[in-house]
T-cell receptor, first 117, second 115 residues
């Protein structure tokens, strides 16, 4: 079945440091890829997405590129802020041939990010 | 501002009691998911519906859990009888599926504690 593997956490950085959270996936079809963020006490929020190979999703300074050849979707940010402290989830959405998505999301285990001033 | 609404936000109950969690998906969304989040297991998909029909509930313990969508504005997740190992945060999410990408919008969750 489909699966998503994220880098081990937690990750602790100083403000303005560069962030990378690795994500690789296994899928039988051609999935859409997502990064979600969860702040304390809240539900998950979509951070960015990519739907086909070489697409780059971006939002709030975060970026991730859909790499089909390495089955990866690594999250990056050039300069993190204290307010970026949260749990980050990589996810994929299965899709049957022809492009119609079932929308069933498979999540990685999450990576806790803490940013210190 | 459209959002997924879950009730209750918190629930403490005694082992053996019935628990019902409710979810109001975003109007117009045709897919509803139930996820459970624990420290040990992370996010687990329990069940999901499309156009109110159950598509997959293989992640749900069948003997005690049940999920339904009595109408397009309400999804329910019921546990009977509840057990301490059911303590977790339960999330409902809704989405509108179609070509290519089908992102899900999450509610704030129901934190369940079974004592």
């Amino acid at each position: 079945g489909d699966s998503v593997t994220q880098m081990e956490g937690p990750v602790t950085l100083s403000e303005e440091a560069f962030l990378t959270i690795n994500c690789t996936y296994t899928a039988t079809g051609y999935p859409s890829l997502f990064w979600y963020v969860q702040y304390p006490g809240e539900g998950l929020q979509l951070l960015l997405k990519a739907t086909k190979a070489d697409d780059k999703g971006s939002n709030k300074g975060f970026e991730a590129t859909y790499r089909k050849e390495t089955t990866s979707f690594h999250l990056e940010k050039g300069s993190v802020q204290v307010s970026d402290s949260a749990v980050y989830f990589c996810a994929l959405s299965d899709r049957i041939a022809g492009g119609t998505s079932y929308g069933k999301l498979t999540f990685g285990q999450g990576t806790i990010l803490t940013v210190h001033p | 501002d459209a959002r997924v609404t879950q009730t209750p936000r918190h629930k403490v109950t005694e082992m053996g009691q019935e628990v019902t969690m409710r979810c109001q998906p975003i109007l117009g969304h045709n897919t509803v998911f139930w996820y459970r989040q624990t420290m040990m297991q992370g996010l687990e998909l329990l069940a999901y519906f499309r156009n109110r029909a159950p598509l997959d509930d293989s992640g749900m313990p069948k003997d005690r859990f049940s999920a339904e969508m009595p109408d397009a504005t309400l999804a329910t997740l019921k546990i009977q009888p509840s057990e301490p190992r059911d303590s977790a945060v339960y999330f409902c999410a809704s989405g509108s599926t179609g070509a290519w990408a089908a992102e899900a919008f999450f509610g704030q969750g129901t934190r369940l504690t079974v004592v």
